[in-house]
């Protein structure tokens, strides 16, 4: 009970800001993603963090709330953008963060690892043009 009137909180505010714009594709004209944590380059023994994503020019909306300039994040590790148009594959390499969530525990072994952002509307399809962070490397020590 406590999650669906999270939820509909969520959706009033975003309903609320939705009322203020002109158009989405204006406002999603410069939105990126970033990360904020961890640094790109960052050494990270034992390969267990936070990350912590951030997004700017766009809200956040979990999957299923269908709303102009929102969606969702997902974390690409080791792997380049997924296609534009098509829904943002989910596996281990596709993490999706579809109740909004703005961090998320990430467990990687020894090795070099790259990183990325790109928000996900309700369907998981990136905007047009893609909502992306810059992609990072971290380096999990053996
Ligand atoms: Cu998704």
Redesign the pocket.
Known sequence: MKRICFIAAASALIALAANSTTTSAALNEGAHAYIIWPRDGAVIPGGKFWLRMGLSGAGIAP?GIDRPNTG?H?VIIDSDLPPPGE??P?DKKHL???AGQTEAHIELPPGRHTIQLIL?DAD?IPQNPPIISKKITVIVPQ
């Open positions: 999957a969702h997902h829904p943002i989910n999706h963060f579809g996900g998981h």
